[in-house]
């Protein structure tokens, strides 16, 4: 039974779309959802697998260069596959519910939020249209998600599709 | 990638475990005899113009945007540099000791981080083992404990930072002329809580990379390895001092080049110079010139160039290390062992400033003589770390230029990819993953920060390519 999820949006503000994790965090926030922790941060680390530990369900909220608009919804399973990366600075979800689960036995689930974004080659703290229209249509479709606890069923119900239409 | 004149060249196209992007380009002749070898880091420059004309208080915040991995480095050194604009540069002490406490802590678990989750996976399984179980998962199956000691020591020093610094996104902890916050008897006595366990697993990491370095000294005093200057941060009595201090430059052998320069007057000594195949600048000492006045930063070079160390067990770290190499180590695996001394340091001054009470002072901001130019200098985990600005009298800024650590150490890192390249790879019948991830050993040695943190999902693979005298692919991979 999911009871406690943290949820964590990451990216740099200061780089236009890639804020759109952090965007979604500072929303989720206001809300004050019961039971739901929200985190930012400019990427993940090594860390936050500490805190998933904590968690019955973890959402990574990211933006996305490429893929389903405005967002996709999906699952993310522990993979240490993708620990043969560019860096470890940063982590991708994979690899942190592997962590998490080798180094604290982390039953997690886990799910990956990617908001479609468009802009990313520059300095700007600012959100390009689109993006914003994107962000407002992941939070329309996670609050509900998150409230009732249908991180699962939703993402399983979604992995047929390319992405998840707002409800 | 070009080939030219007959030569191949191989082509890291981003190395693995660092911060941002960069590539390692290795030209070799005919005979696989290796003819150049260099680091192109791409570095934004465009972040100074996005600074420009933003009043001088949002700096501390704004510098943040430059670099996921030490946001607090830059919001600090942006804060000493703004403390002058409004003429608040002689901060309280509960301000200062905020600051070094916040700064002490990005120390942690940057150190914290690079060692126990970037280099240990080289230093445990060996340069040459399978790439599949030299990572971080690695690690954190052979050897949990140690990796489970690395997250937390990582995740005490975040906790600091958290404490003093505000939210990891939007730290705003540091203000021109002072701190916005003090640390709660509360939270004093939480990180008090854990301050003996963090003590004890700092210890221990210093004790693995003394006993690394030295059990494999014959093969690591080769390995990458020159002489250089050394650049730094020392206190007024010559004390290593990671957050204030004068500049001061070493030579190889340890005979000061200058010392206790201040640092509104560095532009005095230090000059970058600039290189056609480079996005990143050379700096160099402006009386030797770029042939000669180059230098290295961070780590190694502090440890070389302090006279002391102002905590007990830091001080005798320093002092063996010193007494290993009879003076400064010029060794480029001695970093890990001079990054583990640092580590244990910072853990020292944050037990001492947490039984400071000046911690939960409320006289936190000062001011005085406005002025309109200004110079903030640390110690940053990866190395010294330049801030320099102009502003207006309309509050705005006018120029900005950064120098970051990364930059400082960019000839000492091309010149440890020419000297691997030349030892490891020169000659080989086949460029094997193996060998190259030695160029990358010696690049990380450093722990580079590649002023990137855009990383959204789908961008940066990482793309290895070797290209034949005519212009072909002989091989490629992606990970």
Redesign the interface.
């Known amino acids: 039974m999911v009871q406690r999820v943290l949820t964590i949006g ?6 236009l ?2 804020g759109l994790g ?1 965007a979604m965090a500072e929303m989720l926030e206001a809300l004050a959802l019961p039971g739901v922790t929200v ?5 993940l ?3 936050d ?2 805190a998933v530990a904590q968690h019955d369900a973890v959402v990574f909220m ?6 389903p608009e405005p967002f996709s919804f999906q699952r993310v399973v522990p993979d ?2 993708s ?9 991708e979800p994979a ?1 942190l519910m ?2 998490a689960r ?3 036995g982390a039953g997690a689930e886990g799910f ?1 939020l ?1 908001v479609r ?1 468009y802009e ?1 080659d ?4 600012r959100l390009c249209d689109r993006a914003r229209d994107n962000l407002a249509a992941a939070l329309q479709f996670l609050v509900p998600v998150l409230r009732d606890r249908r991180l699962g069923a939703v993402a399983d119900a979604s992995s047929a599709r390319p992405a998840v239409p707002p409800v | 990638m070009e080939a030219t004149n007959g030569y191949k060249r191989v082509s890291i196209d ?7 992007h960069g590539k390692v380009t290795i030209l070799l002749d005919e005979e696989n005899r290796v003819r150049q070898a260099r680091l192109h880091i791409i570095e ?1 420059r ?2 100074e ?2 600074v420009q004309g933003r009043p001088y208080w949002e700096v501390p915040v ?1 510098v ?6 030490c ?1 607090v480095s830059h919001h600090l050194a942006a804060a000493k540099a703004m403390d002058r604009i409004v003429g608040g540069e002689d901060l309280t002490p509960p301000a200062e000791k905020l600051r070094r406490l916040m700064h002490y802590g990005q120390m942690l ?1 940057s150190h914290a ?1 690079h060692f126990f ?2 280099c240990s996976p080289d230093l445990l399984f060996g340069f040459d083992a399978d ?2 179980v030299r ?4 690690v ?2 052979a050897h ?1 404990e140690l ?2 000691q ?3 020591l ?2 005490y020093g ?1 906790e600091i930072i958290r404490a003093t610094a505000g ?3 939007h730290g705003t902890g540091a203000i021109p002329g002072g701190v916005n916050r003090n640390l709660s008897l509360e939270e004093r006595d939480a990180f008090l809580t854990e301050i003996d366990q963090i003590s004890a697993w700092a210890t221990a990491a210093l004790q693995l990379a003394r006993d690394y370095t030295l059990a494999h000294l014959d093969s690591l005093a080769e390995f990458g390895s020159f002489d250089s200057n050394h650049l730094s941060l020392v206190r007024a009595d010559g004390a290593m001092d990671l957050y204030d201090g004068g500049l001061r430059a070493i030579d190889a052998s340890g005979a000061i080049l200058f010392d206790h320069l201040d640092n509104q007057r560095y532009l005095e000594q230090i000059a970058e110079d600039v290189r056609s195949w480079s996005y990143m600048k050379f700096p160099f000492i402006r009386d030797l010139g770029p042939e000669i006045g180059w230098y290295r930063v961070g780590p190694l070079a502090r440890v070389n160039a302090c006279d002391f160390i102002d905590t007990p067990e830091a001080e005798a770290a320093r002092a063996d290390f010193k007494a290993t190499f009879g003076g400064p180590s010029n060794v480029t695996m001695a970093y890990h062992w001079a990054r583990m001394i640092e580590l244990l340091h910072a853990v020292e001054k944050i037990r001492a400033l947490l039984h400071d009470p000046d911690l939960q002072g409320t006289d936190l901001v000062v001011s005085g003589q406005r002025r309109h130019e200004t110079v903030g200098i640390l110690e940053a985990p990866r190395g010294t770390l330049i801030h320099h600005y102009r502003v207006d009298d309309d509050d705005c800024v006018t120029m900005a230029n950064l120098i970051v650590s990364t930059t400082n150490n960019n000839e000492a890192m091309n010149r440890a990819v020419q000297k691997v390249a030349e030892d490891h790879i020169s000659g080989q019948p086949e460029v094997t993953e193996a060998l190259l991830n030695h160029v990358e050993v010696a690049i990380r040695a450093y722990d580079p ?1 590649l002023s990137c ?10 793309a290895v390519q070797l290209i034949g005298p005519t212009g072909e692919v002989l091989a490629q991979g992606t ?1």
């Open positions: 990451y990216g740099n503000p200061g780089r779309d890639d952090p985190d930012a941060d400019y990427q680390t090594v860390e697998a500490a990211d933006a996305a260069v490429t893929g240490d596959r620990a043969v990366t560019w860096s470890s600075h940063s982590l690899m592997a962590l080798d180094l604290f990956v990617a974004g990313f520059d300095f700007g703290e | 981003a190395v693995t475990r660092v911060e941002g934004f465009g972040f113009r996005f704004l943040q945007r430059l670099c996921g991995i946001p678990q981080l989750h970037l790439p599949a990572n971080i998962v690695g954190a199956r949990p990796a489970k690395g997250v937390l990582r995740k975040q939210k990891k996104v920060c943190a855009t990383h959204a999902l789908g961008r940066m693979p990482l990970r």
